[in-house]
Each structure stands twice: as structure tokens, then as C-alpha cells.
């Protein structure tokens, strides 16, 4: 897992232009390996979900062979949740990444050791906003199920990554785990996470990236096009969905260019990490 | 040559050099006014969110709620001119001087730290990114004691009437009494510091302490000297600030001074002892190596005279 620091070189962003343009052009019309119209494509993303809302769990146990839960607690351990936070979760739907905030913060261990002020565990706020009602729906009976249902910690909010509802400056952390990449414009989205986070506030996010190591690359490349919309076929009976899942992960730009467009959006301290060899990476900065 | 070292080595472990001009606001947060032993030279009182230089902070940025609503999110983004990246170890600075107040009361923890972070005004999360989270407080104090002493030093110390054993004796207390008001807390911080992942960091720090101290003091040696002395030196400091966490003796830990004494004689009749016992190495080695050159020349003169003899 190599850590990397990006620095903000002012000279070599402009000799970057026009491909770094073009590439998000290419990323706002791009539907996997298709070419969409602009508008089109929040649709086509929103039909793809719709459809995979109630078998994503389980795809995901399947695809990954249970890793995604490793990288999940990666992200929130990376986060360093605490009493009192407000964070939000986006394109967070079924609840994976707020529901392990919630157990950090609120676990009987942490305020145990630690000297916690029950009065701001009360303030704890995690948000969780998703673009698909189908997704929020399925978290919210999963939040049923571990009898969290009714507790004022938890909101679900159904909004857009580049539109958030939520005040300037009002959030002590971000996350968006494997959504970025299904956001029309990926500048738009990290402007608005800008804006929310409050100064020194956290920006996190977990997302499939580019392998280079060679002959890792193809065996990757093998399992992603070769297995994954097979299984999306046998298992949730659409594997339109699942190509296009691994069709956008191509699309989306490699781990570098993406630290630069974060801080583009204005952040401090951007750095990756990458987990099993760049299949994904956590990207992490700070709003100063 | 090492003060130079020294502070070049400070600048690089992780707090830039823009730390060393924040200064004297920075060692007022160190010790509380209730502690002024005429250690420290500047006046105490400054707040840490005194704006210095090029404060960038919108004060109507921090506040939770601002009247914008969403739609002209984007059209608010900023067009300041950008924030060098040095700024986040400012704020890292920044936030872990607040927190050195809290310690205290909440120990060498995220929770002193979180507090520091309010009090500075920056949301808790920024602790979430420090490396090694608690160990960065410890080795921000570290750093900050030693600058201090160094500047103390600088000042104008005292130290030419008197003799190298007192001067030594002089500078460990100085600094050893920059740790009184966190006596309560020290052992957390020497667990925190002995973590096997903050080793490097710590021995570090102790050996750049070690090495201005004897700097101070007017040290001249060379090679193999320079180890031993460092060493040595190390060792009565790390043993002197042990004795204190448990010395609740009057007179502002009277009993750890004497002990430091002792120990510094200690190890100046150490180095006598070993100086005297490598003289006497040396003349028993020549007596014993006389004695048998003498033998050998005796046996080969009888030996020569026979030979000699009897070719006659």
C-alpha cells in the first residue's frame, strides 16, 4: 500500500490542460465505453442503480470476494470518527460507510477507554445522501434491521453530489465511497464537498482505480471483464449494470490526475493510498 | 556546527522552518503563567489565534450556518490566491500549541488535541490526519523544549564560572523544569514516545537534546569520545527525568536536582576511572613488555657471546 503526497505545481497544470479537459469532457458524456449525451447520463446511472438497489450487497461480497468490507473500515478508520460529528456520507445509499461511523463513534469500547462527553455523542449527526430513493430505501431497512430506525443520528437524505442541500461549512467530514465515479461532473461534485466542509474538515473518498503493476494489470483486467458481468447475469439477472460498472472504472481518471483535480477544488494535503496494488484507492485532503 | 545541525534537523522533521519565525507567540502557550520561574523571557498571555503575517481565515467562514443556499454554491467558490501547502503544518502547529494547554487535564490524547482544535478554530476532524495522532503532540512538545533551551542558551546563560559538571547539571535542570507543568501526564508521554513506531523519532529528538546540551557546555572531543559522552550524557538525563515522575519532594523537586547532581558526578568520576584505569593498562603493558624485551635481549646477547665465542 504506497502512500503518495501530491504538490500543487502550478507551471505543469497548464502544460495538463486540454487533455485534462478533455478527459472530463470525455468522463460528463461517457456511459461506460458509450458515448451519452450530458443530460442523458445522471438518467442512465439513476437506471443502472434502480436496478442493482436490492442485490448490491451481495454483488459486492461476490465481485470483491468480501473485500469491500476491509476497504470500508479502512476509510472510516482513515476518518477517525468522533462524539459530536457532523459528517456526510454521499452516494452512500445502502448505509455501508455511515453505519460504521456509527458504530466507531458510538461503540461501548471507545467511550470506555476514552473520556467522551455524553451530552456531544448526542450531537453526532451522519448524514447519508443518495440520488437513488431505491438505494436509501434499502439502507434504511438495513438501518431497521439493526434497530436503528428511529435514532436522530442517522439521516437519510435524498439529494445529488453536485446539488447538496446542506449549508456551507456544516460538515466535520466527507466520504463517497464508489459514487464519484458515477457523477457526471466530477469537478462539480468535489466544488460542493468543498463548500460543505467546514475548515479543517476531512474529505474521503473511496474509489476503484487503475492497476499499472503489468502482470497484475491483466489478470485484473481478466476478472473484470471476463467474470464480473457474468456473475452480475447469474446472480442479479443484469449484466448491463455490471458492465458498465467495470466499463466507467476504466473511464474514471487515474489516481494522480484525480488528487489534482481535488485540489483544483481548492483542498490541502492531498494524498492516495493505494490498496491491492491500485484496484483502490483512498483519496484524502482537508479543507483549510 | 551542531547548533546549526541541530536546527536544520528541527526545520525537517515534519514542522517547517515558518515555525522557528512563529516563536515567541508560540512559547507563550508553553508554560501556563502560574509557572514563571524567569524561564521563560517573553511575556505570557498571547493567544494562539492572534493573526500573524498572512492570515487567510474569513472570520465569517467558520461559523456552521451561513445564510447561502445552494443554488450559488458553485458561484461562491473562492478565487483567493492559493494557499501554499505549508499552511497545513501551520495549522498543524497551530493546533497542537492550543492543545498543549489541555494536556493536563486530558493527557497526551486525541481528546486534548480535539480540544486544542476548537480553541484555534478548525473542526476536530484535522486531528483525523496527523500522523501518528498522539505521537505528534509528544514530539511537538519535544521540539518546542528544545528550541526553547536553545534559545535560553542564547540568551545569555551563565555558564562561563562554572565548572563543566555544574554547567551540565545547570542545563538538564532547565530543561527538565520546561516539563513540571505536565509532570502529572509525563509517564503517557514517555509510553507514547518509547512506541516502537515512535522510536526513530524520539531517539532522534533526545540525541539533538543531548548533543546541544555538551555543545553549550563547550565540548571539544572527537571520535569515539563524542559517543561515549553523548551516551553517558543521555543516560543521566533519562534516569534524572524518570526520578522526577515520582519525586514530590518541596522546594520545586529539590530531591531530583541533588540526584542529578550525583549522577553528573557519577559520571565524571566514571570517566576519571576509566582514564586512570587505561594509564595503568598502559603501564603495565610497558613494564610487562620492558621486562620481556629485556629477557629476550639478555638471551640473545649469552647467545651471540657463545656463538661469538666459539667460533674463536
Redesign the interface.
Known sequence: MALRSV??R?GSRILNQRSFVASLHSHATSFGFQEVKEEEKSKLVGNVFTNVASSYDIMNDVMSGGLHRLWKERLVG???P?AG??HLDVAGGTGDVAFRIYDAVYSVKRRAL??VDEASLEETQIYVCDINPNMLNVGKQRAAERGLRDNKSLVWVEGDAE????????M??YTIAFGIRNVTHIE?AL??A??V??????FLCLELSHVEIPVFKNLYDLYSFQVIPNLGELIAGDRESYQYLVESVRRFPPQERFASMIADA?F??VEYENLVGGVVAIH?A?K? | MYRTAAKRLLAGGGITTTRLLRLPKLRSTIIPSSYTSGLCTSSIGGNTESPMGKQSVNPNQSGPTASSSTGTGEGQRRHESRKPRAEFQEEQARVLSASLRHVPRLGWTEEAMMAGSRDVGVSPSIVGSFSRKEAALVEFFMDECLQLLMDRIDSGLDLQNLIPSERISKLIRIRLEMQVPYMSKWPQALSIQAHPLNVPTSFKQRAMLVDEIWHAVGDGASDLDWYVKRTILGGVYSTTEIYMLTDDSLAEHRDTWAFLDDRVKDAFDLKKSIQEAKYFAEDIGAGVGKSVQGLMNGVMQTMSRRSGGSAF
Open positions: 504538490s500543487r502550478l482513515k476518518l477517525s468522533f460529528m457532523k476514552q473520556k446539488a447538496l442541500s446542506f449549508d456551507d461549512n456544516s466535520d467530514g462539480k466544488a460542493e468543498y463548500r466542509l467546514k475548515r479543517g474538515g476531512r481548492g490541502e494535503k484524502s482537508i483549510l
